[in-house]
């Protein structure tokens, strides 16, 4: 997966997935910009890439902060977009509309204006990647908002491929990965969901960021898949 002479911007690109997804463009060769919405994530992020890589501090759900951020940076090759705060189930009895309109507003609404601010910018043969997930696959009780967030990043992907081609616009699934996404959840009871999925799970392990980075590097190389969803998972929605 040779990546150079090409620029990568990582929106959400200071830890988990989004880090993974840095640290494997730049061995690829890429120049590597990260973003995020803290100064601390920015600067620790940018200790573990290599030299050449930078940052940006910036408000991934403010639209015209996020502009402004990538008319900055100028012209890139590949956009990823991987921001997400922790996850929280929602049971039907327990709903908090505002809290499922705050999910909304970083995952798919913040990747939708990121996507309509860096299109005039990607290069000829470039591509754009978003996140979702396998929610919207196998949901469980209390997994509405997740689920429904992820189908609608899926249904944006196809959309976005048909309208911005010759942009490539493709999509990564994740499954349960150890990652920071479920620091909101004690670590006993995120240990065990660790153990519950990887017994559950074909592959016969949990997940790692690592995992997925791949899939995000396929997406920007493979220069003849648009409009896909790459699932990986273990073989988890199989069972």
Known sequence: MDLHGQRVVVLGGTSGVGLAVAVGAASAGAEV???SSRRSSVDK???ALPDGATGRVADLSD??????????????DHLVYTAGESLALMPMAELDVEQARQFFGLRLFGALAAVSAAAPLVRTGGSITLTTGTAKDRP??????????????EALTKALAVELAPIRVNAVSPGVLRSPLWAGMSEAD???MYRDVAAATPAGRIGEVGDAAQAYLY???????????????GGTVLV
């Not at 997406?219 to 998972?233: A, R």
């Open 33 to 35: 910009v990260v973003v």
């Open 219 to 233: 997406c920007m190389t493979q220069t003849f898949t648009t409009g896909t969803v790459l699932t990986v998972d």
């Open 190 to 192: 995120r240990e065990q």
């Open 45 to 47: 992020a940018l200790s």
């Open 63 to 76: 639209p015209s902060t996020v502009r402004g951020v990538l008319e900055e940076i100028g012209e890139l």
């Open 140 to 153: 469980g009780a209390g997994w509405a908002v997740p689920a429904s967030i992820c189908g609608a990043v």
